[in-house]
Nanobody, 120 residues
Framework: QVVLVESGGGLVQAGGSLRLSCAAS????????MGWYRQAPGKGRELVAS???????NYADFVKGRFTISRDNAKSTVTLQMSSLKPEDTAVYYC??????????????WGQGTQVTVSS
């Protein structure tokens, strides 16, 4: 069973930076996509950034130019470097991994989430 653990959340002032890390452990067959989602109060969970196993990266428009995702496939880790943070970035950030459960089947695995709070 694959387990994701996030770290790096905290309180930061607007304009500051924060780095989130996520590590996958357990019985890992393969991970197709790893990424970050976030959920703010009153809002649904939304994609922040993700990276496919082959290297393709996808960013939400609201973080382009400010956040950078990086992934180490060998270590099954993913990092989100957040810069120029805004109060609207305040949310619980969740790590996500689309992990293979068989030759042609996969599931989404989620971390417990880490709180990011940006003060103005």
């Amino acid at each position: 069973q694959v387990v994701l653990v996030e770290s790096g959340g905290g309180l930061v002032q607007a304009g500051g930076s924060l780095r989130l890390s996520c590590a996958a452990s357990g019985r890992i067959r393969a991970i197709n996509t790893m990424g970050w989602y976030r959920q703010a109060p009153g809002k649904g969970r939304e994609l922040v950034a993700s990276q496919y196993n082959g290297g393709y990266q996808n960013y939400a428009d609201f973080v382009k130019g400010r956040f950078t995702i990086s992934r180490d496939n060998a270590k099954s880790t993913v990092t989100l470097q957040m810069s120029s943070l805004k109060p609207e970035d305040t949310a619980v950030y969740y790590c996500n991994a689309e992990t293979m459960t068989g030759p042609r089947t996969s599931i989404d695995v989620w971390g417990q989430g880490t709180q990011v709070t940006v003060s103005s």
